[in-house]
C-alpha cells in the first residue's frame, strides 16, 4: 500500500501562524501538512527547565490549535523523543521533507537539533531551516551582523496561510495539562499568560498607554510591571516576532505624528532599541554555544567554581539575605516570573560578587524562576554582570543604594519583606542599624524575624574586586579578551572600551 506524502512543520520556540516561514514555505508545496509539537520528556527533567514554562506554552499551543485548525489542519502533539516520534511518523507517511525555525538554545537543544539532522539525512528526508528574528547562523564575521540583522527587521511579515491541506488519519493527540507529572521543576506564584492574542493585546495596551512612561519607571520594581512592555514571554516562546513588533511601533510612529497616540518617540525607540540587544546577546549563544557553562574569557573559568557556599544559595534564592531590597526583589520575582532588568542585574551581582556565588549553579534557579527564560540573553547577561566576559565594563551593585534609588519609601520592599511592615521609612533600607528598643517597638528583632545581612557589602566587595583584578594582571589576559571581543563584542566600540577590562563601576 503507498504510503501519503506529507511535509512536516515542527514548532518549538515559534507558536504562531504570522511571520512563520517554514509554515508559509511548506503550506506553498500544495502537500498536505503535518503541524507537529514535541513534548520532550528530557528536556523538562534539565535544571534550567520549569513548569511556569510550560504553563505558558500551553496557553500558546491551546490558541495555536485553535488558529491551525480553522486554516485546515490541526496542530499535532506529542510525547517523547523527536527523531522517535519522527521515525514512527516515517512508517506511517512518506515525509517529503521538514520545515522548521533555526533555534538557539542550550547544548540540550543543540544536541537534539543535531540528531534530528542525521536521522533526516539517514532517512533522506530535507530538513529545511530558517533563521529566527535577527539571529545569524554561521556568521563569518561579527562585523556583518547589525547590518544583516536590520535589513531582516525591514523585510514584510510573513503572511499566514491561506489555508492548509490536511491529513485525516491522524488524531490530533492531546496536550499535557499545566499540572501534568510530565514537568518535575514546579513553583509557587503566579505565571504570565501565554498565546498570541495576549502577546498583541499587551503590546498594544503599552503603546496606546501603559509605555507613557516606560523610561521613567523602568527601573523601578512594582511600578515597572505596568509601565514595561511585558513582551518578552511572547519572544520567548514565540507567540510574535521581533520584527512584527517593530512594525508595530513603526506604525504607532506615524500615528503620533498625526497626534493619535500616547507613547512619544524617546519611549519608542527605547523599545527597538533593547529588541536589537536582544537579537545581539542571542547572537553570541549562537556563536559560541558554551558560554552556557563556560566563561566567556577562559582566566575566568575557576574564579568561583570551587567556592560554592551553599548556606548563601539557600538564603539567596529564598530572599533571606538580610538586604530588605535584595530580598524584596527576589520574592516578588518568586512569585511573579518577572522583574525589571535592572533588579535581575542586581540580583546577579549581589550573588557573583557579595556572596561569591558561581553564575552557573545561580543561573539555573533563575532559569527556573523567569517566564521569559531565553538562553542566549541568559547566559551573556549571567557573565556579564558577573564579570567574567573579559569585555565588559564590572558593574557592582550597591544594594543599599539601590534601595534608596528605586524604592525611596520601602513600599516595595514591604510588599514582599513582610517581616518589614511595620519598620519605620528611616530604617526600612538597613534595619539592622535599628537599637534593640525600637526593635521590639516594632516586634521586628534582626536575626530573629528577619536575619542580619548575610555578608558585610563592603568588606565582601573589597574581596571580590582583589580576586578580579588578580585576573587582569595575568600574562595573555588582554590578548584573550581582544580575541572575545572579535568573536562577541558589541561593534558600537568607544575609544575608551580599550580600557573597560580594568574598570569597576560600583552602583
Not at 78 to 92: A, D, H, K, P
Not at 344 to 372: C, E, I, N, P
Request: glycine share 4%.
Amino acid at each position: 500500500m503507498q504510503k501519503s506524502e506529507i511535509q512536516i512543520v515542527w514548532f518549538k520556540r515559534d507558536l504562531r501562524t504570522i511571520d512563520h516561514k517554514p509554515l508559509f514555505e511548506a503550506s506553498k508545496t500544495l502537500k498536505p501538512i503535518l503541524p507537529i509539537y514535541v513534548v520532550e520528556n528530557e528536556y523538562w527533567k534539565q535544571p534550567f527547565s520549569n513548569k511556569r514554562h510550560w504553563c505558558f506554552i500551553y496557553d500558546s499551543l491551546i490558541e495555536l490549535r485553535k488558529e491551525l485548525k480553522k486554516l485546515g489542519q490541526s496542530l499535532i502533539v506529542r510525547i517523547g523523543s523527536v527523531t522517535e516520534i519522527f521515525n514512527e511518523l516515517s512508517t506511517q507517511f512518506k515525509i517529503i521533507s521538514i520545515y522548521a525555525h533555526e533555534e538557539t538554545g542550550n547544548q540540550w537543544t543543540y544536541d537534539r537539533d543535531l540528531n534530528v539532522k542525521k536521522w533526516s539525512n539517514r532517512k533522506n528526508i530535507p530538513l529545511i531551516e530558517y533563521p529566527t528574528n535577527g539571529i545569524v547562523r554561521n556568521l563569518k564575521n561579527r562585523d556583518d551582523w547589525s547590518k544583516i540583522r536590520n535589513l531582516r527587521m525591514k523585510e514584510s511579515l510573513i503572511p499566514k496561510p491561506v489555508s492548509l491541506m490536511s491529513i485525516d488519519e491522524i488524531l490530533e493527540g492531546s496536550i499535557p495539562k499545566k499540572n501534568s507529572p510530565i514537568f518535575k521543576n514546579d513553583f509557587n506564584g503566579e505565571v504570565q499568560k501565554g498565546g498570541r492574542s495576549e502577546a498583541l493585546k499587551i503590546i498594544q495596551s503599552f503603546i496606546n498607554d501603559r509605555g507613557q512612561n516606560y523610561l521613567f519607571n523602568i527601573s523601578k520594581p512594582g511600578i515597572s510591571e505596568k509601565t514595561c512592555s511585558r513582551i518578552s514571554p511572547h519572544l520567548t516562546w514565540g507567540t510574535i516576532s521581533s520584527k512584527e513588533i517593530i512594525k508595530l511601533l513603526n506604525l504607532n510612529k506615524i500615528n503620533s505624528q498625526k497626534n493619535r497616540s500616547t507613547i512619544n518617540s524617546r519611549n519608542l525607540n527605547a523599545i527597538k532599541s533593547r529588541l536589537s540587544w536582544r537579537c545581539h546577546f542571542i547572537q553570541k549563544l549562537e556563536s559560541q554555544p558554551s558560554i552556557e557553562t563556560s566563561c566567556m574569557h577562559p582566566f575566568y573559568d575557576k574564579l568561583r567554581k570551587d567556592n560554592m557556599n551553599l548556606e548563601y544559595y539557600k538564603a539567596w534564592k529564598e530572599g533571606l539575605t538580610g538586604y530588605p531590597f535584595i530580598d524584596a526583589c527576589m520574592r516578588s520575582l518568586n512569585h511573579n516570573g518577572w522583574i525589571t532588568f535592572r533588579m535581575r542585574a542586581m540580583l546577579v551581582s549581589f550573588a557573583s560578587y557579595d556572596l561569591w556565588l558561581d553564575w552557573r549553579k545561580t543561573g539555573h534557579h533563575l532559569a527556573q524562576t523567569f517566564t521569559d527564560y531565553e538562553p542566549g540573553i541568559h547566559y551573556s547577561q549571567l557573565q556579564m554582570q558577573s564579570g567574567v566576559t573579559g569585555i565588559n565594563t564590572l558593574r557592582i551593585y550597591n544594594p543599599i543604594k539601590q534601595s534608596m534609588d528605586h524604592d525611596i519609601n520601602g513600599k516595595f520592599i514591604k510588599k514582599w519583606v513582610h517581616e518589614l511592615r511595620n519598620i519605620p521609612e528611616i530604617w526600612i533600607h538597613e534595619p539592622w542599624k535599628m537599637d534593640l528598643k525600637t526593635q521590639e517597638n516594632v516586634n521586628c528583632l534582626i536575626g530573629k524575624h528577619y536575619p542580619k545581612p548575610i555578608v558585610d557589602h563592603t568588606t565582601a566587595i573589597r574581596n571580590a574586586k582583589a580576586k578580579i583584578s588578580s585576573i587582569f594582571q595575568k600574562e595573555g589576559y588582554r590578548k584573550k579578551s581582544n580575541i572575545v571581543f572579535e568573536k562577541l563584542g558589541s561593534r558600537k566600540r568607544t575609544k575608551s572600551s580599550k580600557k573597560r577590562n580594568t574598570q569597576l563601576q560600583l552602583i
